[in-house]
């Protein structure tokens, strides 16, 4: 095989890989426009900005659907942990009064 033959399955992987990304960020704009609005009743309803028992149940969860498909595990709580951290600053910018 050549290596324009390389450089097109290079390219469907890359494309492939750029689909998935797109899908990602609408995946994670979706769920930011959710977790916003949670925050907004939070703040309303006077509950904290954090719920370290459903951020654990979370975790958990998300942990053993990680290990079923497939994904490193360290590397899958780190991003879920970065994640969750971000919605609590959120909802802390929330209950002090900032409109996101």
């Known amino acids: 095989m050549g290596e324009a ?13 750029d689909n998935i990304d797109a899908a990602l960020v609408h995946l994670l704009a979706e769920r930011f426009k ?9 703040a309303a309803a006077e509950l904290p900005p954090a719920d370290p028992v459903r951020e654990e149940i979370q975790i958990a969860r ?6 079923a498909a497939g994904l490193d595990l360290a590397f899958t709580e780190k991003f ?20 996101l």
């Open 34 to 42: 959710v977790t916003k609005a949670v925050g907004r009743y939070k």
């Open 62 to 67: 998300l942990r053993l659907m990680a290990e």
């Open 5 to 17: 033959t390389e450089d097109l399955q290079l390219a469907e992987y890359r494309s492939s890989i």
């Open 80 to 99: 879920l942990r970065f994640i969750v951290a971000e919605v609590i600053h959120h909802h802390q910018r929330i209950a002090e009064g900032e409109h």
